[in-house]
Nanobody
């Protein structure tokens, strides 16, 4: 059974930083491209970052480029999202997502974590 468990969300002031983590189990983590997807109530989902299976390639949404950094430790089966210079517009539930087969940048997702809430507010 695939499990993706996020942590690290919370309340942070504008301009602050948070680091999200996602511990994966139940599949070969080092062979899977992974994504971070966020969702705001009554708004659509937005993929903020995608990272290749080996971690050597990443891609970011324009809205977070230069502020967010995705990384992974395949020895620890853990995915990370470092979020800096946060703004209220970054407030959302952030999901760790296992990509489907094919291109590492696919938006065909196979499994989702339970999500972690990030709130940016003064």
């Amino acid at each position: 059974e695939v499990q993706l468990v996020e942590s690290g969300g919370g309340l942070v002031q504008p301009g602050g930083s948070l680091r999200l983590s996602c511990v994966a189990s139940g599949f070969n983590f080092s062979s899977a491209a992974m994504s971070w997807v966020r969702q705001v109530p009554r708004k659509g989902r937005e993929r903020v970052a995608v990272i290749s299976s080996g971690g050597g390639a990443q891609q970011y949404a324009d809205s977070v480029k230069g502020r967010f950094t995705a990384s992974r430790d395949n020895d620890k089966n853990t995915l990370y999202l470092q979020m800096d210079s946060l703004t209220p517009d970054d407030s959302a539930v952030y999901y760790c997502v296992k990509n489907g087969p094919g291109s590492w940048r696919t938006t065909d997702y196979e499994d989702w974590g339970q999500g972690t809430q990030v709130t940016v507010s003064s």
